[in-house]
């Protein structure tokens, strides 16, 4: 009974962010993920909600009206609660980063961001705040390992390349989304790769060879113009 | 030179000057002054001959000593009435000069010219002593002013040098004011008055500008982040094939505003000196990291990569800004690559180079470095990996180079052996 409540337990996101938009999108793109979305769309909002629940993570925008990210962050530290957070902050600012890991946050992701990595970063902390163990993540026959790296095929080990391992585990923490070129690059590389990304169908032509050869169907799409899918069940 | 220096070297130099000058007129004076004397006494000399004349009708004995003559020639009416010196030859074997009058003389009818000649050493002794007294003068006078600027102004001028040193250390990036230490000299209290000042409103805005780069990428970036969201939640719903290509097109420009964004936010942050925090860093580690992450892209692209690094490499600079250096250089040298070409990076105690193949460049190499400059016509090379890059070494006083050789492009960045 407890065993099952804690399975059906669903994860709850907190969303602290002024922007309402940004706000309504991160909302949308989370949603869709089977995640139950709070948002805070200011410091007192935020305090509050963070304070009395508790979260499996919280999207914390450093540039609140009415006060700090940090100091929510600062007050939860003191409260020794265990929510996960990931900072989100359009202050290019290298002391942000630093102060914010060093008060517990998690992970720092500077704005403009895609949706899609933010729904990987959020999937990476919860995977880690998780203590029942659930380092696997699964897609029809496919199960990768976040913890020893691996991946399986049907119960059968596969050899992936690094790059090639990234960008599976973002297909499938954003499966059935479309995920930009773009996006892509930005995910395997970082910001800093500017320039033509046509190259990344190398790498998908190679992951999708591995899993079709392993798993016995193509899982990835290519959506003309946009993009690529993964699709699984 | 230090004002100290010039200041001593003009002192001593006019005071030579005037002291010579001095002696000079001194000399020349009491030269005068004492010859004048001289004379006075030979025409009391002349008029007791005169009187002797006059009296007696007959000249005085001729006399001859080293002190005093009278002497007397056969002459005539027309002989002169003049002064002059005269050189007599050794006497106790010093040279003896003589101070002489000659005048005519008239004795019973006959002429005479008559010679009176005093000793000049007397003058010559005197103007000697005074000349000693003077050069001593000059020399104590001297070694008096040169002590006295060196004691006294290297203490007046003080608060100026360490207001220049204070000066000279001040770091904008530093946030601190800058503590003058306190004058009496008024000229001194003002310049450190106009230096803090100055040191203050530098500061100010300083700071502002800051805050201005940093407002503007907030405000930029939140929009910007809204558009992309919205952008890909749009990819997430049944478009048809047309407006799929819009979206998609909507969004590649959405992503290449925003990293021209970051770009233009990395610049200023350089230029504004807002990387502080220097350590030491192995520039091998640096590239093998880079290179690492960059592996199966070169491996896609069949760009073959050798790497010959040395753990001498180490520069002191900000982590950060040397990462950023060492990836700008890479991406440019993969992106202006062919497929199956390759990438050389050396790492040696003082330099980096990256060289790599590539299609000549079609214009002055030089421009690569500005910013919005691009080799290539390409629409996603936003132009300014490289201006960040000499930025960056700039910042650092690193000499960068670059040349294309036998259908290699090489960037040379040579950086100075940490203290």
């Known amino acids: 009974m407890f065993r099952d409540f804690c ?188 320039g033509n990304v046509d190259f990344i169908y190398t790498h998908i032509k190679n992951l999708r060879k591995k899993i079709t050869d392993g798993a016995g169907g193509d899982f990835i799409k290519s959506i003309y113009g946009m993009g690529y899918k993964f699709t699984a069940e | 030179m230090r004002l100290l220096d010039k200041y001593n070297r003009l002192g001593i130099l006019a005071a030579i000057c005037v002291l010579l000058v001095g002696g000079a007129v001194y000399y020349v004076s009491i030269r005068a002054v004492l010859t004048r004397q001289l004379d006075q006494s030979l025409v009391v000399e002349e008029q007791e001959i005169r009187d002797e004349v006059t009296e007696h009708g007959q000249l005085p004995e001729a006399s001859y000593s080293d002190e005093e003559q009278e002497e007397y020639y056969p002459g005539s009416a027309t002989t002169p009435r003049r002064f002059s010196s005269v050189y007599v030859g050794h006497v106790h074997s010093r040279h003896a000069y003589f101070r002489q009058l000659e005048f005519p003389v008239n004795v019973a009818g006959a002429w005479y010219r008559a010679v009176v000649r005093k000793s000049e050493e007397k003058t010559e002794d005197l103007i000697e002593l005074t000349l000693k007294i003077t050069l001593l003068i000059i020399a104590l006078l001297l070694v008096a002013l040169f002590a006295i600027n060196r004691l006294v102004l290297n203490r007046l001028w003080r608060p100026f040098y360490s207001t220049l040193r204070k000066l000279q250390q001040f770091n904008l990036a530093g946030g601190q004011a800058m503590q003058l230490e306190p004058t009496s000299i008024n000229e001194f209290r003002q310049l450190n008055e106009a230096v803090s000042q100055m040191a203050t409103q530098a500061v100010d805005e300083y700071n502002e500008v800051k805050h201005f780069t940093e407002n503007a990428s907030h405000e930029m970036q939140t929009p910007l982040a809204i558009l992309s969201s919205k952008l890909e939640l749009l990819h997430q719903t049944e478009l048809d094939e047309a407006q799929a290509q819009h979206v998609a097109a909507l969004a590649g420009t959405v992503n290449r505003l925003s990293k021209l964004n970051q770009s233009l936010i990395l610049l200023t942050r350089i230029d504004n000196r807002q990387f502080a925090g220097k350590r030491s860093i192995s520039l091998a580690g640096v590239v093998r990291a880079q290179a690492a992450h960059f592996e199966e892209l070169l491996l896609a692209r069949d760009i073959r990569l050798s790497l010959e690094l040395s753990d001498s490499g180490v520069v002191d600079m900000n982590e950060t800004l040397a990462d950023v250096l060492v990836l700008n250089l890479l991406t440019n040298a993969i992106k202006h690559n062919f497929d199956g070409g390759s990438i050389r990076i050396i790492v040696a105690s003082h330099q980096l180079v990256m060289s790599n193949t590539g299609a000549p460049p079609t214009e002055d190499p030089q421009v690569y470095f500005e910013r919005f400059r691009k080799g290539s016509a390409r629409p996603d090379s936003l132009g300014l990996g490289l201006s960040i890059v000499k930025k960056i070494c700039h910042a650092y006083g690193f000499f960068i180079r670059y040349d294309f050789t036998e259908g290699e492009h090489r960037v040379t960045v040579e950086f100075p052996r940490p203290s």
């Open chain 1, 7 to 194: 399975k059906k337990r669903p994860v709850k996101i907190l969303i602290v962010e002024d922007e309402p938009e940004l706000c309504s999108s991160i909302a949308t793109y989370l949603g869709g993920e089977n995640y139950v979305c709070e948002t805070a769309p200011d410091f007192k909002n935020a305090l509050d909600k963070a304070t009395l629940f508790d979260y499996d993570c919280i999207i914390l925008d450093l540039s609140l009206p009415g006060g700090s990210g940090l100091s929510i962050l600062k007050e939860l530290k003191a409260m020794e609660k265990m929510d996960g957070v990931l900072i989100i902050s359009a202050k290019n600012s290298l002391d942000d980063k630093v102060a914010g890991l060093t008060l517990g946050a998690d992970d720092y992701l500077p704005k403009p961001f895609h949706l899609s990595e933010l729904s990987a970063r959020v999937a990476a902390i919860i995977r880690r705040r998780n203590f029942s163990g659930s380092n696997l993540v699964k897609a029809g026959p496919i199960i990768v390992d976040t913890v020893a790296k691996s991946v399986t095929l049907q119960g059968r080990p596969v050899e992936l390349t690094r790059k090639e391992y990234q960008l599976l585990l973002y297909f499938m923490v954003n499966r059935n989304r479309v995920l930009s070129k773009n996006a892509i690059v930005e995910h395997l590389w970082g910001e800093d790769l500017e």
